[in-house]
């Protein structure tokens, strides 16, 4: 996986070669019958993919003849179209074809160019960007140095004009300064993993655009550099693209792209069945073999960037202790809740730093199911005959329910503790995860955390560092690791400490650390296209079959 200065490989150029490996890859997982699972978290509502096959289409693709059309109906909608307006993936996928950033990524997470065609560290520190030659707006104003300013600017700090919730997305980001067709951009000390951040995030706006425009405008319309322009925006419900002609890295093959939403998987897989659209999210286990076994569609999985754990509070008893944390661990038996719940779509995991992505450590290996080995821990932790209560949500993960339940039924088996589950909204157990005061969150809950920079830091900064955001875990010496990381030039030794961090982690057991997920998706035979590891989808990729 390229690291800080990549490869500065035209981005056309490597999906050709990334769609063929993909394809290799991912040919073990397709067939096993697996899960997908879950589905729909929530919300929309529309069950729709009404518009979907082009049939009220009004501009030239209702004729029918050689028009390429596209619906890809996920389990969500989007919160709007202000691109950086958003911290959810599925508002992601949505605004993320009409917006770029200055760097992109590969199916497989590696870095590519985007607007910037080269970048390069600096001496002391700071990054610099050189944009390409003629980049255009969908409105056909020029793309300009200030503006990538004005857009890094805009997500960093509250004076320039909204709080974003990407504000932490960038770095501790200084300062942001132009120059002839570039941009450099500054940190409060050093930034090892700058590149890999900006490969994730920053989308870039046109400044004029959004300084004449209001929220509510800018959340409805749209004015980016992606592959697609917005053609119809209908909230909650649809949003339809239009290929924009004068992409940078070459207009689409798709005439138009139409992407919806249904919070039940199972009527995403009948829409795809009845040739109702051609990409969905999410198909639970029980529709795998339906659709293999259909002569319409077939399942293309890939093991995605987001891990899947039960996460601990290490202030509130039993969990602050940490025989009992290592007892639960032993208590899970991980390995049969990914053949006998995900069938066989999931990779199991000991630390928080999964297996491709930096300050990985091959060492480490998964708590044993050892049921004894738990009785005998929770004895020692003095909490035995303690009765606890795991939170789960409804629909988020994949099979994210079931997999609570299994998890929670092998806990309560032992002799020594009693589990039970509670099962929650989404929306509503999310408050509770990011609530500002750990005091405010659940003790015990299993939740989900996509890490798209493919960092280790970008999972155990944020979830267990003594000031992460949505930490549940207070600890000097990781504190101190964490730090070391941050601070440190060398690659290598930065992934010798995160190394480190994860060995300790895995020990600490905070979580009862459980499996990567697999992103499992139906796919008409009608088009070839290849998922990518960060969730992200890309239609602008897609080939007619």
Known sequence: ?????????????????????????????????????????????????????????????????????????????????????????????????????????????????????????????????????????????????????????????????????????????????????????????????????????????????????????????????????????????????????????????????????????????????????????????????????????????????????????YDVEPFSSQQFRQALNHAVDVESIIENVLNGFGNITAQPTLDGHVGYNPDIDPYPYDPDEAERLVEESGHAGVEITLETPIGRYLRDVDIAQAAANQINSLSNVTCEVEQREFSSLVQDVTAPDIEDRPHFNLLGWGNGEFDGSQTLTPLLSSSGALTVLENDELDGLLEDAEATEDPDERVEILQEANQLAHDLAPWVFMHQQYSVYGVSSDISWEPRADEFIDPDTATQQ
């Open 1 to 313: 996986m390229p690291t800080d200065n990549d490869t500065h490989v035209d981005r056309r150029t490597v999906l050709k070669y990334a769609g063929t490996a993909g394809a290799v890859g991912l040919a073990g997982c397709s067939g096993n019958g697996g899960d997908g699972g879950d589905g729909s978290d929530g919300g929309d509502g529309s069950d729709g993919m009404d518009g979907g096959d082009g049939s009220d289409g009004e501009d030239g693709s209702d004729g029918g003849d050689d028009a390429f059309e596209v619906g890809v109906t996920m389990g969500q909608m989007d919160s709007g179209l202000d691109p950086q307006d958003h911290a959810e993936t599925n508002t992601e996928i949505i605004v993320g074809q009409l917006y770029d950033g200055l760097l992109d990524r590969d199916k497989e997470g590696g870095i590519i160019a985007g607007l910037a065609e080269d970048w390069e560290r600096n001496d002391d520190g700071s990054v610099r960007f050189m944009l390409r030659d003629g980049l255009t707006f969908h409105n056909g104003d020029e793309v300009t140095p200030e503006d990538v300013r004005y857009s890094i600017r805009r997500i960093v700090f509250e004076d320039v004009g909204f709080a974003s919730p990407q504000s932490n997305d960038l770095g501790s980001v200084s300062e942001v300064t132009t120059g002839d067709g570039e941009v450099t951009v500054s940190f409060e000390g050093y930034n090892p993993i700058a590149f890999q951040l900006f490969a994730t995030n920053g989308p870039v706006v046109q400044q004029s655009w959004v300084e004449e425009n209001g929220s509510d405008y800018i959340n409805r319309n749209a004015n980016g550099t992606g592959p697609f322009r917005l053609s119809e925006y209908d909230s909650g419900n649809e949003v339809v693209y239009e290929p924009n002609e004068e992409y940078w890295d070459g207009a689409p093959e798709v005439d138009e792209l139409t992407m919806s939403a249904s919070s039940e998987s199972s009527t995403r897989v009948n829409q795809l069945l009845a040739e109702e659209t051609d990409i969905v999210t999410n198909v639970p286990p029980n529709e795998v073999s339906r659709v293999n076994d259909s002569d319409v569609a077939t399942i293309n999985s890939v093991a995605s960037a987001r891990i899947i754990f039960l996460q601990m509070r």
